[in-house]
Each structure stands twice: as C-alpha cells, then as structure tokens.
C-alpha cells in the first residue's frame, strides 16, 4: 500500500473515503470531484492491477489526475481490496492524512462476465472477497472507528442488478446490498446512515457498440447515464439535507428497463 497526500496542513474539512478511484472517467472519480466540490477531504483509494486485467487497460497518471482536481485535500491509497487486512490499513492511511472518516462511499468492484456454467471458483471467490467480503469489512472498520456527531456519518455503497451472464458480480453485490443495508440499524446507535445506490447502465469505457444501443432503447431519456447523474446523488445523500434517507436500495437509472 503506498499513500500519496496533498496540502496535509490546510484546515481540515469533513473527509469521505471514496473507494474504487482506479480511472478519471469513473464512476468513483467522478464522486470523489463532486464531494470535494462540495467541502469534503477525500480519501481514495485504487487499485490498478485490476485495470490491467480489464479490457480497457491502465490509465497512466490517473491517480495523480484525479488527485489534482479535487478541492481541498486529498489521499490517494493504493489498496487490494481482496485481501482482508487491506480495509482495516485504508482507514489506517486515511486517518493518519486526513483525520477521521465521516463518510464512506464504496464503488469498488470486481467485475468479469462469466455465467452458471463456466464461472470458475477462483473468480466467484474473488468476487465475493471484493465486492462482499471487502465491503462487510470496511462498514465494520467504519462502525468501530466513527466518533463524529450524532446523524453525520453516511455509508453509501454502489450495487448493480445485473445477473444473468455475470453470476459472481451480480450475487456478490446482493451480498453488498444485505451487509450495507443492515448497517442502517446496526449502527443505529451511532446516528449513521446507510444506502445502496443502483446507478443503471454508465458508459465508462466497458460497453460496446451493441451494448451502448441496447441500453439507450430501454432507458426512456434517451442517454445513458453518466458518473455525474450518481456523484449529484451522493452528495445529496451525504449532506444534512439527505438525512432522512436511510436503509434504502435506491434506482437512480432514468427509469431504464
């Protein structure tokens, strides 16, 4: 794990720790500009191996550029998410640059297409060691750690639907879904809320052509979705204004089918 911080000596604001911050066209990058845009620290972490694997490929310089767009201070943090020390250590970092996390946004996934039939079992556990086991760990590290006053802290995590031709990503963020929504009660005592968003069909560089068209014949706007339709949302959640919004699986898809 390796930590980057800037301007650690400003005043410091609220801090999210936003997870999954890998690519500049992302959903997470795009979260982490619109909190900081409205006066948190953010604390990110990524995790470029994954990339690597991915289609898409690395983005080089990606960290330092989300990094310099954000307002306020921020740390990057490498992470791998599949091992189970690694959420208790990105607290870690995170507190040590910034201070403590009010909020913790989770938009880390692995994510590779395979079905019932040809998903191997070193991909399903990787699955659920990522977007499950990763994400329980992390709510715990947040519960244990959170001091902030009554009715400030959030935990919001991304989920998706998608199933059929995509076994261990779809069932393990139904795991993702349950943990983070028991949190809601769990943490009760600590006046923190907890909300899953399913942000629908985003382009950020994973569709094909055929794909791209058949999500904007099922979305009724007419365009698919982009990182900012979910960080507007996210920030809404996070501010007081969004208190009242707990233990919910919200759809934020422009009503795609």
């Known amino acids: ?88 250590a990105v607290f870690d970092a995170a507190e040590d640059r910034l201070g403590p996390v009010t909020a913790l946004v989770m938009c880390h996934a692995e994510s590779v297409d395979s079905g019932l039939l040809d998903t191997t079992v070193e991909s399903f556990d990787r699955h659920f060691a990522v977007n499950a086991r990763a994400s329980w760990l992390l709510i715990r590290e947040y519960g244990r750690r959170f001091q902030g006053p009554h009715g400030t802290g959030r935990i919001i995590a991304l989920t998706s639907d998608h199933t059929v031709g995509n076994l261990p990503y779809g069932a393990s963020k139904g795991a993702l879904d349950r943990i983070t929504l028991a949190a809601a009660h769990e943490l009760a005592h600590l006046g923190v809320t907890a909300n899953v968003i399913n942000p629908g069909p985003i382009d950020t560089g994973w569709m094909t052509d055929e794909v791209r068209a058949a999500c904007l014949r099922q979305t009724p706007l007419g365009r698919l979705g982009t990182p900012q339709d979910t960080a507007d949302l996210v920030e809404f959640l996070c501010s007081p204004r969004g208190q009242w919004i707990n233990g919910q699986l919200l759809m934020s898809n422009g009503g795609s089918a």
């Open 1 to 88: 794990m390796t930590v980057d911080a800037q301007d650690p000596s400003l005043t410091s604001r609220p801090v999210a720790l936003v997870t999954g911050v890998g690519r500049t066209i992302g959903i997470g990058a795009g979260i982490a500009r619109r909190l900081a845009a409205a006066g948190w620290d953010i604390a990110f972490s990524y995790w470029h191996p994954y990339d690597e694997r991915m289609s898409w490929g690395p983005e080089a310089g990606a960290t330092e550029a989300i990094s310099a767009t954000l307002d306020g201070r921020s740390a990057a943090i490498e992470a791998d998410l599949a091992d189970a020390a690694t959420p208790a």
